[in-house]
C-alpha cells in the first residue's frame, strides 16, 4: 500500500471519527419525546408533539402547565432563550468574548438585570410563583439532557441555571429590539429642528397625507413645501462626507394585524390575523404550543406562539377570544436635556440640585480580564453614553409598571370588552392589540402601559426638553377608567394596524409619535379588506400574502412618462430595461425584472435628496436612521415641486433623474457579476437566515442555516419579506373555530439541528403553504411525573 494511499485512509478515517462524535454530541443533547421523566410536578403531566413537533402541554393546573413548558422550552430551545436574557443584561461578553462588549456596554447603561430583579420583588404571589415554577421548568428541563446544548459545547462554555429574573430580561430584550432605547431618535429630530426653519421641519416631518391609514378616519393635513429657500445648513452639509447614507423608510422591525366582525363570517364569530415581522434566525423567535389546564372546575385551552423564556402564549386564542399584536410605534421614550453643574456631578431637578447617582457595572469577558464600567443615573433614568453625556432617559422599560405579567389575565378572558380591560397595564412593549371575539364583536386599542404625560405648550416632545423646572415630566401611568384610544364594533366591521399612525386629535397627542411607517402597507390592507364582503380563514391568509407594489406605481409612472425618453433610453442602451419596467413591476414578485430596477430608482433618488440630512446629522454622531419620519411624503413632493435649490450636484432635476436611473442600475448590476439572471428580484431578495454561530464553524457551519430560498414581497406591502426579517409567524384564527385556522412558522420548534423539527415549517412557510392552527395527532408523548 503505497504511503499516499495510507494517508488518505487515515484522513479519511479521522473525518469519519470525527463526524461520528459530532453526531453523538448532537444526538445527547436532543429533546425526550418520549417516555417518563420525573421533574416535580404536583400531578402527571403529559407532553405530546405531533408530526412538526407542535407542543400540547395536558396539565392538572396552571403552575404544572407552566412548569412543563418551561422544560419542553429548555430542552428545545435553551441557547436562545440565553441569547436573550444575556442581549437585555449585556452579558454577551461572558459567553462569546469581547467582541460583544461594545454592545454589552450599551446595554449596561439600561441596568436592565437590576431592574428585572427590582421587578420580581414587586410582583404579586401569584406572578412570582408562575416564574418560579416556570424557571424551575427550565433547569430541570436543561439539567436532564445527556449533554448540554451544542453551541455550548462551540464555545466551550457552560450553560448557566435560568432564574425568575430571566424571563423578565427576555421581555426586555423584545423592547430593546421593539423601541429605540437609546434615545437617538429624539436627538436627531432635535438636531434637524435647531438646523432648518420651523416651516421647513413641519415640512420634512410631516405624517402622510397620501399613504396615512388611521382607524379612526382621521386625516393629516398636507403641509407644501415651504416657499423659503432650501435650509443654508443642509446645503453647506451636502459637501461633508457621508458613509451612511442609507434609506430607512419604513418599519424596520413591525407587524400586519386585521380583524373582521362576525356579520362578515359564516359562523358568526369574528376572526383575527396576525403576522409579526422580526428579525427571521435559527431558531426562530416563537414556539408552537398549546397549553391545557383546568381552573375552577373549568377546561381552559390556549394555543398559540410563545416565546422560549416566558410561561404563557403570547399571541393566540383561548376558545372565546383571539388576539394579535403589531408595534405600536408610538412615543415609549423621552430625551431630557440636563442642567448640569460645572463639574458635571450635580443636576437641576423639580425639587432642586441633585447629585448623579453612580452605579459600577463589571462585565465578565470570555477568555479576557473583565471590564468596569460606570453608569450615572438621574431620577428620570441614565446618563447617555458620549457624546451625548448631557441627556437622560426617560424610558416606560424601567419602570415596574412597563414590567409584569399582566397579559396572563387574557387566558380567562371571554370577550373583546373584557380584553380590552385586560391590556391596560399590561407591562410589554406597548402593542397594537387587535381583538376578536365568539361573539363576533372586535376591537382595537394599546395593550401595554401609557405615560401620563405633562408638558409646556411651547414643549416638542419629538425632541430633547428641560425637565428641570417640572414644566415637563410623567405623572405615572393611566389606569382603567381613563380615557384611552380604542375602537370597538366599527361600522364596517373591519379593522387593521401595520405599524401606522392608528388615530389622531386628542388620542394621537396621549400616544405621541415613535416614528411611525409610512402607512401604505396599512392602507393596502385596509383596501384589500373593503374588497371583500365575505371572509373565510383562507381569505385572510391570502391578504397575508398579498405582494402586489401599488406603493411603486407612481415611480414606474415617473420613469415611464418623465424619465425615460425614447432619445434617453437609445443613447444609453435601455430598452431592456425600460421594458423589464412596463411588463414587471405590478408585484414584488421572484421573477420580476422591473420592479428591482423600479426599487434602486427609487431608493437611489431618496439617498440622494436626502444626503444633506444624513450627512449633516452624521456630523452630530447621528443618522437618518434616527429620525421619526416617513421620508417618502417630503420628497415626493420636492420632486412634484421640482425645486433646484434642493439638488446639491448642481444638475438640473432631468439630469438628476436620468442620473438615478444610470447610478442606481449601475449599482444593481455591481451585485449579479455579469449574470442577468441576477437582476430578478428573488435573487435580490435571497433568504439569509442563518444561525448566530454558522459562520464559526468552518464548512458545516452553513448546515445550520435555513435553505437559501427567493423570496417574495417587500416592504410597503402586506407581504413584508427581506433576507432576514419578515413574517415571523402567519396565524388566522376565529375563537371558537380553531379547527378552521391558520399557524406557520419560518423554522421548527427544536434548536437541534439533527432533529427532525429543527426545519419543521419552513419550507411551507417559504412556500406560501397553510398549516392548522391546532396541533396534529400526536406521534410522541412524555409523561412528566412528580
Not at 520 to 535: E, N, V, Y
Not at 726 to 751: A, D, F, K, T, W
Request: net charge negative; charged share 25%.
Amino acid at each position: 500500500m503505497s504511503w499516499l494511499r495510507k494517508i488518505f485512509l487515515f484522513l479519511l478515517l479521522l473525518v469519519i471519527l470525527l463526524a461520528a462524535g459530532l453526531y453523538g454530541f448532537l444526538w445527547s443533547s436532543l429533546a425526550q419525546l418520549d417516555g417518563q421523566r420525573s421533574i416535580g410536578v404536583s400531578t402527571p403531566v403529559e407532553l405530546s408533539r405531533d408530526d412538526h413537533g407542535y407542543l400540547t402541554v395536558s396539565a392538572a393546573n396552571r403552575l404544572d402547565a407552566a412548569r412543563a413548558l418551561g422544560f419542553a422550552h429548555a430542552q428545545d430551545r435553551f441557547f436562545q432563550m440565553d441569547l436573550l436574557r444575556r442581549n437585555a443584561a449585556g452579558e454577551l461578553s461572558a459567553l462569546v468574548g469581547a467582541k460583544a462588549l461594545k454592545l454589552d456596554k450599551s446595554r449596561r447603561i439600561h441596568r436592565f438585570r437590576a431592574r428585572a430583579e427590582a421587578a420580581i420583588k414587586a410582583m404579586s404571589v401569584e406572578e412570582k410563583t408562575l416564574l418560579l415554577a416556570y424557571a424551575d421548568g427550565v433547569n430541570k428541563g436543561l439539567a436532564t439532557l445527556n449533554a448540554r446544548p451544542f453551541e455550548y459545547g462551540l464555545l466551550n462554555q457552560p450553560p448557566k441555571q435560568w432564574q425568575p429574573a430571566d424571563s423578565l430580561l427576555a421581555v426586555l430584550s423584545m423592547y430593546l429590539d421593539l423601541q429605540r432605547g437609546e434615545g437617538r431618535d429624539e436627538l436627531a429630530m432635535g438636531a434637524i429642528k435647531e438646523a432648518v426653519p420651523a416651516d421647513w421641519y413641519a415640512f420634512l416631518m410631516q405624517h402622510s397625507a397620501d399613504w396615512d391609514a388611521a382607524v379612526d378616519g382621521s386625516k393629516p393635513t398636507p403641509i407644501p413645501v415651504p416657499a423659503s429657500p432650501w435650509p443654508q445648513q443642509l446645503g453647506a452639509a451636502a459637501k461633508l462626507a457621508c458613509s451612511d447614507c442609507g434609506l430607512r423608510d419604513s418599519c424596520d422591525i413591525g407587524s400586519n394585524n386585521w380583524a373582521v366582525g362576525g356579520s362578515l363570517t359564516d359562523t358568526g364569530a369574528a376572526m383575527v390575523a396576525n403576522d409579526m415581522h422580526l428579525g427571521i434566525r435559527v431558531p426562530h423567535t416563537w414556539y408552537k404550543a398549546q397549553l391545557r389546564w383546568k381552573q375552577d372546575g373549568r377546561d381552559l385551552v390556549i394555543t398559540g406562539v410563545t416565546l422560549p423564556s416566558m410561561p404563557a402564549v403570547i399571541v393566540g386564542s383561548n376558545g372565546k377570544l383571539a388576539w394579535g399584536f403589531t408595534n405600536s410605534t408610538a412615543d415609549w421614550t423621552d430625551v431630557i436635556a440636563l442642567k448640569l453643574d460645572k463639574a458635571g456631578t450635580k443636576y437641576q431637578s423639580p425639587s432642586g440640585e441633585k447629585p448623579l447617582m453612580l452605579f459600577k457595572e463589571r462585565i465578565e469577558v470570555a477568555g479576557g480580564e473583565s471590564v468596569e464600567m460606570e453608569v450615572k443615573e438621574t431620577e428620570w433614568g441614565p446618563v447617555l453614553a458620549a457624546p451625548f453625556d448631557r441627556y437622560a432617559l426617560r424610558w416606560v422599560a424601567y419602570d415596574r409598571e412597563g414590567l409584569n405579567l399582566r397579559f396572563i389575565g387574557l387566558e380567562n378572558v371571554g370577550s373583546v370588552e373584557e380584553a380590552q380591560k385586560v391590556a391596560v397595564g399590561v407591562g410589554i412593549p406597548a402593542q397594537n392589540f387587535m381583538t376578536a371575539d365568539s361573539q363576533g364583536h372586535i376591537g382595537w386599542t394599546i395593550i401595554g402601559s401609557i405615560p401620563r404625560r405633562h408638558y409646556a405648550s411651547d414643549a416638542d416632545m419629538d425632541t430633547p426638553q428641560d425637565w428641570s423646572s417640572g414644566a415637563n415630566g410623567w405623572d405615572g401611568y393611566y389606569v382603567y377608567g381613563d380615557k384611552l384610544p380604542k375602537v370597538y364594533d366599527p361600522a364596517d366591521a373591519r379593522l387593521w394596524s401595520a405599524n401606522q399612525r392608528m388615530v389622531g386629535g386628542a388620542d394621537l397627542g396621549l400616544l405621541g409619535t415613535g416614528g411611525y411607517d409610512l402607512g401604505a402597507r396599512g392602507q393596502q390592507i385596509r383596501d384589500d379588506l373593503r374588497a371583500r364582503k365575505h371572509f373565510n380563514e383562507a381569505d385572510m391568509h391570502e391578504i397575508q400574502l398579498d405582494d402586489r407594489a401599488l406603493f411603486l406605481q407612481r415611480w414606474k409612472r415617473l420613469l415611464l412618462d418623465e424619465v425615460l425618453t425614447d432619445e434617453f433610453v437609445t443613447r444609453n442602451g435601455l430598452a431592456d430595461y425600460r421594458l423589464a419596467i412596463e411588463t414587471s413591476t405590478d408585484r414584488a414578485s421572484v421573477d420580476a425584472v422591473g420592479y428591482t430596477w423600479v426599487r434602486a430608482f427609487r431608493v437611489h433618488v431618496h439617498e440622494e435628496l436626502l444626503r444633506p440630512i444624513s450627512s449633516y446629522l452624521e456630523s452630530r454622531s447621528l443618522s437618518q436612521r434616527d429620525l421619526k419620519w416617513a421620508p417618502e411624503t417630503p420628497v415626493w413632493a420636492l420632486i412634484q415641486a421640482r425645486r433646484i435649490d434642493v439638488l446639491a450636484s448642481g444638475d438640473n432635476w432631468k439630469q438628476f433623474l436620468e442620473r438615478a436611473v444610470i447610478e442606481s442600475r449601475r449599482n444593481v448590476l455591481k451585485t449579479t457579476q455579469g449574470n442577468p439572471d441576477e437582476v430578478r428580484w428573488g435573487r435580490q431578495n435571497l433568504s439569509a437566515i442563518h444561525h448566530p454561530l454558522a459562520s464559526a464553524i468552518p464548512l458545516l457551519g452553513r448546515y445550520l442555516n435555513m435553505p437559501e430560498t427567493e423570496f417574495n414581497g417587500d416592504s410597503h406591502m402586506p407581504r413584508v419579506q427581506r433576507p432576514e426579517n419578515g413574517q415571523s409567524e402567519r396565524i388566522v384564527v376565529s375563537p371558537g373555530h380553531e379547527e378552521n385556522g391558520i399557524m406557520v412558522l419560518p423554522g421548527g420548534q427544536s434548536g437541534n439541528p439533527i432533529s427532525p423539527y429543527y426545519r419543521a415549517d419552513f419550507a411551507d412557510w417559504a412556500n406560501a403553504r397553510p398549516l392548522p392552527f391546532l396541533p396534529g395527532p400526536t406521534l410522541h408523548k412524555l409523561t412528566l411525573l412528580p
